[in-house]
């Protein structure tokens, strides 16, 4: 690589200052010294630092100490063990992973997964790692009591049904033999449904019990949690909980479904078919007992094909599972010493549904860049892993340090810490901003906010248009006053897959007959006129009956109205709620009444969603790996079980096609060119508004760390942490 020497210098004093604090060099040219410790604060750190059942707040410690098998680039490109160059929002940089992930298909729609780590690697301990570590790892990640973070269970593996039920016949059992027994039950199956409610109630009233110990308005009308869950689920009226025991009501609800599931979901969830998937799994599960007592000892789509490599086989294949593989680690086995480990003998290390002590258990070494040291004082020491397969990292000392929210700022902006790698408070971003000596970068992509429409309730293109031109060009003002700091307006429909997806500097629903009536250079009051007078342009156009000296609608056109109804989640955010607020006010100002419904539960508001009674519906979306196109717009997710996310009631032949052709296609620039074409459709459509993307920042102290904006390029696949090793790398190549 050639660099002028002006660029050197700077990148060598960037580098070592980056990495030390206040590092120096000696006489050897070749020699980085940094005897300071990067210092990085948090006010969030958990003390869960086990690599299967870390959470978000301890995930950092995780990735310092583990490396994932399966590494992705910031756009979300799947690294393999040769180098990956990208180029990304303007900058290039470089991955490498551990092993490599290929995937072949067969006609089926199955896949085979091959993992093959790359050669030599080794533990911080001096430990060689080898394929049945991993399969150590999947065997403890595909445990019927496995309750964490890893996505791997959703993989529809061969045989991973049949080892979790012990059962080898339950996925040879058809839907159409299950259909049959459901119209005709068994005792046996009847049974085993009884089973299943009182399972679903048992938890039902551990989420009761959850629920009072954190305040909840129940506890100013009933005196136990027993009570509460009684008189919320009780199916007979008269049933008085006052003189039982958490679990006699447990059981005695149970008595009163019997084995009426469809009650069950609809008193639960308001959805008769809530539970319709988890019966039929029930009922399938007792068709193979009946004809089949023998165990199952391993999973059999998983294969060990040598010390380097194994495969994963899948019965069917969506592109977007490989992102399923997210944090996955590779760990040492032998440091859980739980059970004896023999592949042969289908003895994998693992106490089968029960995890307890590797729950328990935290292992401070691994493939890591650093190892972890000692935790005293609040504080995580790290130092670096000499064995750490890119080489071992020139920044030779990290330190987490725990400090509580209220002194975070100031310990960054006195040089306490350096950085802070948790999210803030709006206050604090607000305060950082206005520090020139700190530089913030988004990070902790935290959720999605969006307005739909029910297609089958406002029918007119033009008008579902219209309508959401009026709202998105109230988004800023409703994020400014609210969230303000801590969330991103949108003007793309967002998928967890898709950064093609997510282009925020273009505006969408802002033009009329293709001229644009704003763009971001508008001034806010400006946006919203003329963004009111397109939408009376547009429904008067399409019939709507106009009284210009009144500036009021006085009647709506065929198969429209003059009122309708926005249903809005509870988990909705205080800036989407000032949205509604904010058009409905306006809309008043023109004759149409626009009523807002507050759903008293989600359940309540997807069912209701479900069954056409909102014209546009509001929600949040936390959980953004959960969002995916696929189970949103596609017409086969339109419908009541608790799996159809279609609230749009969108049922478009060609929008169907792509999402098809996404879930198979794995070639990034194609993908990126499907996901272009389906935006142009769901704009035409004008079914959903995505108003935000809540975020949060990194914070660097300038003064200690010269700040260049490329090394901590977040996204929802790539933290700066993963690659701390690239400070190393630039420092190397310049040397």
Known sequence: ????????????????????????????????????????????????????????????????????????????KLVGSSVLEEEYNGNNYTYQSIADLSVSLNQSNGAIYTITLKEGI?????????????IFSLYVLLDKTYDGEVLLNELDIVGLKNYQLNNPLFESITDGEVEAELSNLSSASIADIRDFIYEKLYFKMEEMKTEFAEGSLYQSIFEYPKDAFAALYRRDVAYDSSSKTEAEV???????????????????????NYFNEEVMDVVRLALAKASSSESVNNISGIVRINDLSLSIETASFKAQDIYKFMNLFLVPRNAFKVLGYDYQANS???????????????????????????????????EANKDYYLGEALLKYV?????????????????????????????????????????????????????????????????????LMLFASYRFKALTNTLGHQAE??????????????????????????????????????????????????????????????????????NNKLTYKLYISPYATTSLNRLATEVKAVLDTKGITLELVYSKTEAEFVMDVKDDKADFFIQFISDIKTINVE???????????????????????????????LMVELDDLERSLIYQSLQDLLLIEAIELPVFQKINYIAINKTRIVYLDSLFENTVYFRWLDNINLFNNLIEEIN
């Open 631 to 661: 189970e949103r717009y596609h017409s086969a997710a339109i419908g009541t079980d608790a799996n159809q996310f279609n609230y749009f009631k969108l049922n478009n032949n060609d929008i169907d096609i792509l999402i098809e052709e």
């Open 399 to 467: 330190q987490f340090r725990k400090i509580i929210t209220s002194e975070l700022k100031t310990s960054l902006e006195n040089g306490t810490i350096d950085m802070i790698s948790s999210p803030l408070l709006a206050s604090t971003i607000i305060d950082l901003k206005a520090n020139e000596d700190i530089a913030l970068k988004k990070s902790f992509y935290e959720g999605y906010g969006y307005l739909g429409i029910n297609k089958d309730n406002i029918t007119d293109d033009d008008v579902r248009y219209a309508f």
């Open 489 to 558: 307006m949108l003007n793309s429909f967002y998928d967890c897959k898709s950064i093609a997806l997510n282009n925020p500097n273009e505006y969408i629903y802002n033009s009329k007959d293709e001229v644009e009536i704003y763009n971001e250079d508008t001034l806010m009051p400006d946006k919203q006129t003329s963004a009111l007078n397109a939408f009376v342009e547009i429904l008067t156009t399409n019939g709507y009956s106009y009284n210009t000296s009144l500036e009021k609608f006085t009647a709506a056109s065929e």
């Open 122 to 134: 080794v533990y911080s301990n001096g430990d060689a790692a080898v394929i049945d570590d991993l």
């Open 250 to 272: 447990i059981s005695d609800l149970a008595l009163q479904y019997d084995y009426d599931y469809q009650m069950l979901g609809y008193i639960l969830y308001k959805n008769p």
């Open 1 to 76: 690589m050639k660099l002028n020497k002006n660029l050197i210098i700077i990148l060598i004093t960037l580098c070592v200052l980056v990495l030390s604090g206040c590092g120096k060099k000696d006489d050897n040219p070749d020699k980085i010294i940094t005897p300071t410790p990067l210092v990085i604060g948090y006010d969030n750190l958990s003390s869960n630092y086990n690599p299967f059942f870390f959470d978000k707040r301890s995930l950092d410690v995780v990735k310092m100490v583990h490396t994932p098998v399966v590494l992705f680039s910031r756009s979300g």
């Open 348 to 382: 994998f290390g693992v106490e089968r549904e029960n995890l307890d002590q590797i729950k328990e258990k935290t292992v401070f070494y691994g493939l890591g860049a650093y190892k972890f040291v000692k935790e005293e004082n609040n504080t995580i020491y790290f």
